[in-house]
């Protein structure tokens, strides 16, 4: 299987996509629905969210599974459906992709906190292993584990998709600005410390994503390059910080608008540049035109 990785110490700066919970919104997805559960209800317009973004020159696209642990699958009673939900997941994203793209397993948080000691360090581990095995079985590339704000919860996510599959395993977390400067996760971890911390634990490329606009993750990834210069980093920013408007939440930046820091984060040290919330397939198109040109 092609390696990310390796195309990365090639010197190449790859194109991830963009955001899928509000394209699924745009697609019907309702509060109270369960966004895996489409990948078996609704499989062609989960496909049309991952062509959508191959079509405008992403190397990879990432899998409707962002949800799929048992914890989390449990809210709507499909705890017993996460091999299905996620290999279903990973199966089209991979049929979007082809052979020449590659495909991100996502992984989120469960929602369960260790230090509230709602769960077990073995349970989480389990509940890792399990959706990173479906996805494997699926077709991914790698496991993208994402959107962690504990720290011990990405190091067990990372240990458990590292011992149990062949997939390279990526980590990223969210951070926010501080006053003072620098940032932190919502537990006060900062991105010297997860560099440091998901290495060990065996990441083969960390990062950061959500949260933040493009400008504000430049200066996370020069935080993490300050901890270790060689570590392959990804970036999924917002189109912006989101606002409240009219009852809707929206994202201001444009799609030329964060295309126009695509080289001042790939100058920071970032090796894929992709998009989260608010991000539309314009923007994917956007900062591949700028990635091109770097």
């Not at 709507?76 to 994203?93: L, T």
């Not at 992709?97 to 469960?110: E, I, K, M, N, Y």
Request: aromatic share 6%; charged share 25%.
């Amino acid at each position: 299987m092609k390696l990310i990785v390796s195309e990365l110490r090639k010197g190449r700066i790859l194109v991830s996509d963009g955001a899928w919970g509000t394209f699924l919104q745009q697609k019907g997805l309702v509060p109270g629905q369960c966004p895996e559960e489409w990948n078996i209800s609704r499989p062609e317009d989960v496909l049309d969210i991952a062509k959508s973004y191959i079509a405008v020159g992403a190397d990879m696209v990432e899998t409707n599974s962002f949800g799929g642990s048992r914890f989390k699958l449990a809210k709507y009673g499909f705890e017993d459906k996460v091999f299905e939900f996620n290999k279903a997941a990973a199966e089209i994203s991979r049929k979007a992709a082809g052979p020449d793209r590659f495909v991100l397993g996502s992984v989120g948080p469960t929602g369960k906190l260790l230090m509230m000691e709602e769960v077990t360090e073995e349970e989480l581990y389990d509940a890792f292993r399990e959706q990173s095995m479906a996805l494997e079985a699926g077709g991914v590339n790698a496991i993208m584990i994402e959107t962690m704000t504990d720290l011990d919860e990405a190091r067990i996510a990372v240990k458990a998709a590292k011992e149990n599959t062949n997939c390279e395993v990526f980590c990223t977390m969210t951070f926010e600005k501080i006053i003072g400067g620098g940032f932190r996760t919502m537990m006060g971890i900062s991105p010297t410390e997860m560099a440091e911390i998901l290495v060990e634990a065996g990441a083969d490329l960390i990062g950061t994503n959500c949260g933040n606009g493009m400008e504000d993750m430049i200066g996370m990834v020069k935080e993490i390059r300050v901890a270790n210069p060689l570590i392959p980093v990804l970036v999924h920013a917002n189109a912006g910080m989101p606002q409240f408007k009219d009852g809707k939440t929206t994202f201001p930046e444009s799609p030329g608008e964060m295309a126009s820091r695509v080289k001042a984060i790939i100058a920071a040290g970032a090796n894929i540049v992709g998009g989260c919330c608010g991000t539309t397939p314009e923007h994917i198109r956007k900062i591949g035109e700028s990635v091109k040109s770097v």
